[in-house]
């Protein structure tokens, strides 16, 4: 039998059969649910903040739909945290929004760089391809 995704977000446990249920591990279940529902809206909160800055090419716009979203300094870290491992925005982001908290976590740092090193990486690649695509539509035009 296939599970939907409901199933899969608010049963996220799958308990044997026998198991009884402790006020424990209730708590540990109701605990674990809500950190999955949690990690569900930093991902909808990012997707809106991606689909604005796609939209408008705007930051000022982007600003808008956080002010909007209402964060705390914790959601607000969760949000800087998945854009910056999600979108090819994040690094731009992080350096408008929040560049002060790259030197305070190590870990966090060592994402940005590398994400940074990943972009610049592939402008090159892209650069190269669009004069690679340059050059061969002059040869077709001189032949």
């Not at 939907?4 to 249920?21: C, E, F, M, Q, S």
């Not at 402008?123 to 061969?136: A, P, Q, S």
Request: hydrophobic residues 35%.
């Amino acid at each position: 039998m296939e599970k939907n995704i409901r199933d899969l977000v608010y049963n996220p446990k799958v308990l044997k059969p026998g198991v009884t249920i402790t006020k424990e591990l209730k708590a540990y279940l109701d605990y674990d649910k809500d950190c999955i529902i949690r990690a569900l809206y930093h991902f909808i909160d990012a997707a809106e903040v991606m689909e604005t800055y796609a939209t408008t090419k705007s930051w000022e716009e982007v600003e808008r739909t956080i002010n909007n979203q209402g964060h705390s300094g914790f959601t607000f870290s969760c949000l800087r945290d998945v854009l910056l491992d999600y979108s090819i925005m994040g690094v731009e982001f992080i350096d408008r929004f929040d560049p002060d908290s790259i030197s305070t976590d190590d870990e966090r740092k060592k994402a940005y760089i590398e994400r940074k090193a990943y972009l610049e990486q592939m402008g090159k690649l892209i650069n190269d391809l669009e004069h690679i695509k340059h050059v061969k539509g002059l040869n077709r035009t001189t032949r």
